[in-house]
Every structure is written in structure tokens, then in C-alpha cells.
Nanobody, 118 residues
Framework: QVQLVESGGGLVQPGGSLRLSCVAS????????MRWYRQAPGKERELVAH????????TYVDSMKGRFTISRDNAKSTTYLQMNSLKPEDTAVYYC???????????WGQGTQVTVSS
């Protein structure tokens, strides 16, 4: 059974930090690129960050560059999203995504709520 389980969300004040984790099971974690998405109320889900299978390359949406860092530990089948200098507009449900083009693979976690508010 495939699972992606996110954790680490919560309520944080503006300027604060959170570290999200996503633990994968049920598939070969090291064969999949990992992504973090987020969805704010009333908005479409958007890509936040992407990391390649071995972690050698990362990409970010412009508004997150310099504030967010995606990483992975293939030995622990876990990917992380370190979020610093959080802003109220970062408030959203954050989702972990596993993706591979061939053979086709795509899985989603259930999401973790991040709320940035004073």
C-alpha cells in the first residue's frame, strides 16, 4: 500500500519557520522525484518546490526562492521542506507528491495545514 504521510504543519507567526516532512512507503522512493505543492483557500494548487531522485537538483517557484529549501533522505524515504521567513500569504495546505515519468508513477499525501498569523 502506497502512502505519503506529511507532518510538521501548524500555526506560526510571521517571520517564523517550520519544517515539513513527508515519509513515503509502498514504492521505491529513490526512483521518484519529489515535489511539494500547496493550496490556499479559494485558490488552485500550486507547485512550491521540486527535487530530483538523488537530490542533485532542486527548483523553486520564484516567490519561495531563498526562503524555502527542499531536501530528501533516500535512506529514510523522506523528503523535507524547510520554510523560513514565513508570510501570511504562505498559509495553505501543503501536499507532498511523488512523481516519475517512466514507468508512470504519481502519488499524493493527505496534506498538512500551515497557518501563518500573528
Amino acid at each position: 500500500q502506497v502512502q505519503l504521510v506529511e507532518s510538521g504543519g501548524g500555526l506560526v507567526q510571521p517571520g517564523g519557520s517550520l519544517r515539513l516532512s513527508c515519509v513515503a512507503s509502498g514504492f521505491t522512493f529513490s526512483s521518484a522525484a519529489m515535489r511539494w505543492y500547496r493550496q490556499a483557500p479559494g485558490k488552485e494548487r500550486e507547485l512550491v518546490a521540486h527535487i530530483t531522485t538523488a537530490g542533485g537538483r532542486t527548483t523553486y517557484v520564484d516567490s519561495m526562492k531563498g526562503r524555502f529549501t527542499i531536501s530528501r533522505d533516500n535512506a529514510k524515504s523522506t523528503t523535507y521542506l524547510q520554510m523560513n521567513s514565513l508570510k501570511p500569504e504562505d498559509t495553505a495546505v501543503y501536499y507532498c507528491n511523488a512523481f516519475r515519468t517512466f514507468p508512470k508513477l504519481e502519488y499524493w499525501g493527505q496534506g498538512t495545514q500551515v497557518t501563518v498569523s500573528s
